[in-house]
C-alpha cells in the first residue's frame, strides 16, 4: 500500500492554476509525446519500467482521500496517523466527523504498471511531461515516501526542463512553467515547514492541557488562515483544503525538497550525477513499522546527502585555493 501511495506532487496548485487546455486534445498526438518522453528517459538512464504503456479511456483518475483527527498532525503519509481510503468526496462526508479530511484526484500512481488516463491525457504539457518522469523515477530507488517524493520532484523537474527545451526551446511557455514551479516549490517548502513546526508546538500544549480545546482550535484557525496567505503570494490563490491532513501530504513532498535541489546543485545542476547520488542513498529497501522507524531511516539518509554535500563543497574550496594560488 506504500508504494501505492507513492502519488505524484499535489494536482491542486501550481500547473492546474497557471495553465489550461484552450483547445480539445489530439489524443494520437499526447500519446506519440508520452513515447517520447519515455525515449528521453532511456536517454537520461532510467530503468525501463511499464508504466504509461497503454491508455485507459475509461479511467479517469483515483479517488482518495485522506484524513487525521482535527488536533493531530501527521508526519507524512509514512505515518499511520495519517489514514487513506479510496473514494469520492461523498464517501466520507457521513462519517469523519472530527476529522481533516484532504481528497485528492490522482492521474498516475507509480509501480502498478499505471497507463494513461484520461485526466493525464488531457493535462496542460508541463504537468503531463512532469508526471511521465516523477512516476517513472519512483521505480528507479526504493526509499520512504518523504525521500522518494522530494527526490522524485528534483529528477523530474530538472528532466521535464531538459526535455522541454529540447523539443520546444527555453523561450517557450512549457520550460518557463516548469521553471517557475521549482522556483515557487523552493519558497513554499520554507513556508510549509515554518507552519508545521507552529501547528505542532500548538497541539503539543493542547495535549500536555497547557490549553483548552476551544483555544486550540481557535489558534489553529487562524495559523492556516496565515498559512494560506502565504501560499496565495506563491500561487495567486489559497488552497481549497487547508488542514492537518492536506499538510501532512504536503511535508512529505516539501520537507526534504530544498536539500534534494541542494544536491543538484552542488553538483554543478548535472542531472546524472544527482540521479546516481540519490540510487546511492542507505537504507533503501529497509521496512519499517511505524513513524519512528521512517523517520531514523530518513535522517540517515539525508546525513548521507549532507555529508557528500560537504565533501562536494571541501573538493570545490580546495580547487579554488590552488587556482588561486598559481
Same mark, same amino acid.
Given at each position: 500500500?506504500?508504494?501505492?501511495?507513492?502519488?505524484?506532487?499535489?494536482?491542486?496548485?501550481?500547473?492546474?492554476?497557471?495553465?489550461?487546455?484552450?483547445?480539445?486534445?489530439?489524443?494520437?498526438?499526447?500519446?506519440?509525446?508520452?513515447?517520447?518522453?519515455?525515449?528521453?528517459?532511456?536517454?537520461?538512464?532510467?530503468?525501463?519500467?511499464?508504466?504509461?504503456?497503454?491508455?485507459?479511456?475509461?479511467?479517469?483518475?483515483?479517488?482518495?482521500?485522506?484524513?487525521?483527527?482535527?488536533?493531530?498532525?501527521?508526519?507524512?503519509? *509514512?505515518?499511520?496517523?495519517?489514514?487513506?481510503?479510496?473514494?469520492?468526496?461523498?464517501?466520507?462526508?457521513?462519517?469523519?466527523?472530527?476529522?481533516?479530511?484532504?481528497?485528492?484526484?490522482?492521474?498516475?500512481?507509480?509501480?502498478?504498471?499505471?497507463?494513461?488516463?484520461?485526466?493525464?491525457?488531457? %493535462?496542460?504539457?508541463?504537468?503531463?511531461?512532469?508526471?511521465?518522469?516523477?512516476?517513472?523515477?519512483?521505480?528507479?530507488?526504493?526509499?520512504?515516501?518523504?525521500?522518494?517524493?522530494?527526490?522524485?520532484?528534483?529528477?523530474?523537474?530538472?528532466? %521535464?526542463?531538459?526535455?522541454?527545451?529540447?523539443?520546444?526551446?527555453?523561450?517557450?511557455?512549457?520550460?518557463?512553467?516548469?521553471?517557475?514551479?521549482?522556483? *515557487?516549490?523552493?519558497?513554499?517548502?520554507?513556508?510549509?515547514?515554518?507552519?508545521?513546526?507552529?501547528?505542532?508546538?500548538?497541539?503539543?500544549?493542547?495535549?500536555?492541557?497547557?490549553?483548552?480545546?476551544?483555544?486550540?482550535?481557535?489558534?489553529?484557525?487562524?495559523?492556516?488562515?496565515?498559512?494560506?496567505?502565504?501560499?496565495?503570494?506563491?500561487?495567486?490563490?489559497?488552497?481549497?483544503?487547508?488542514? *492537518?491532513?492536506?499538510? %501532512?501530504?504536503?511535508?512529505?513532498?516539501?520537507?526534504?525538497?530544498?536539500?534534494?535541489?541542494?544536491?543538484?546543485?552542488?553538483?554543478?545542476?548535472?542531472?546524472?550525477?544527482?540521479? %546516481?547520488?540519490?540510487?546511492?542513498?542507505?537504507?533503501?529497501?529497509?521496512?519499517?513499522?511505524?513513524?519512528?522507524?521512517?523517520?531514523?531511516?530518513?535522517?540517515?539518509?539525508?546525513?548521507?546527502?549532507?555529508?557528500?554535500?560537504?565533501?562536494?563543497?571541501?573538493?570545490?574550496?580546495?580547487?579554488?585555493?590552488?587556482?588561486?594560488?598559481?
Amino acid at each position: 500500500m506504500r508504494k501505492i501511495l507513492l502519488v505524484l506532487l499535489i494536482l491542486l496548485l501550481p500547473l492546474v492554476l497557471q495553465c489550461s487546455q484552450s483547445e480539445p486534445t489530439n489524443i494520437p498526438d499526447r500519446l506519440q509525446l508520452v513515447e517520447e518522453i519515455k525515449t528521453f528517459e532511456k536517454e537520461l538512464g532510467f530503468n525501463e519500467t511499464e508504466n504509461f504503456r497503454t491508455y485507459s479511456p475509461d479511467i479517469e483518475s483515483y479517488d482518495y482521500f485522506f484524513y487525521t483527527p482535527e488536533t493531530t498532525l501527521p508526519y507524512s503519509l *509514512n505515518d499511520p496517523l495519517l489514514l487513506c481510503s479510496k473514494g469520492s468526496p461523498e464517501s466520507y462526508n457521513d462519517y469523519l466527523e472530527g476529522y481533516d479530511v484532504f481528497f485528492y484526484r490522482i492521474q498516475a500512481i507509480a509501480e502498478v504498471k499505471t497507463p494513461i488516463t484520461t485526466s493525464l491525457i488531457q %493535462a496542460p504539457l508541463p504537468r503531463l511531461i512532469h508526471i511521465i518522469l516523477h512516476e517513472d523515477w519512483h521505480e528507479q530507488m526504493d526509499s520512504t515516501t518523504g525521500i522518494e517524493e522530494p527526490c522524485a520532484e528534483v529528477v523530474s523537474y530538472v528532466a %521535464a526542463m531538459l526535455f522541454a527545451e529540447g523539443k520546444y526551446g527555453r523561450d517557450s511557455d512549457v520550460y518557463k512553467t516548469l521553471k517557475g514551479e521549482v522556483n *515557487n516549490k523552493l519558497r513554499a517548502a520554507e513556508v510549509y515547514q515554518r507552519y508545521y513546526d507552529e501547528l505542532s508546538e500548538l497541539y503539543m500544549l493542547l495535549s500536555l492541557g497547557v490549553i483548552t480545546k476551544t483555544e486550540g482550535l481557535s489558534q489553529k484557525t487562524i495559523l492556516l488562515e496565515s498559512l494560506g496567505e502565504d501560499l496565495k503570494d506563491i500561487w495567486g490563490k489559497k488552497p481549497e483544503q487547508l488542514n *492537518n491532513a492536506y499538510i %501532512a501530504f504536503q511535508m512529505t513532498y516539501f520537507r526534504h525538497f530544498p536539500l534534494m535541489y541542494q544536491v543538484f546543485s552542488t553538483t554543478d545542476s548535472n542531472l546524472r550525477k544527482t540521479m %546516481a547520488i540519490f540510487q546511492s542513498v542507505p537504507r533503501q529497501g529497509a521496512k519499517f513499522e511505524d513513524v519512528d522507524e521512517v523517520k531514523s531511516i530518513e535522517t540517515e539518509v539525508t546525513d548521507f546527502l549532507q555529508g557528500t554535500l560537504q565533501k562536494a563543497m571541501g573538493a570545490s574550496a580546495s580547487i579554488f585555493q590552488i587556482l588561486t594560488r598559481s
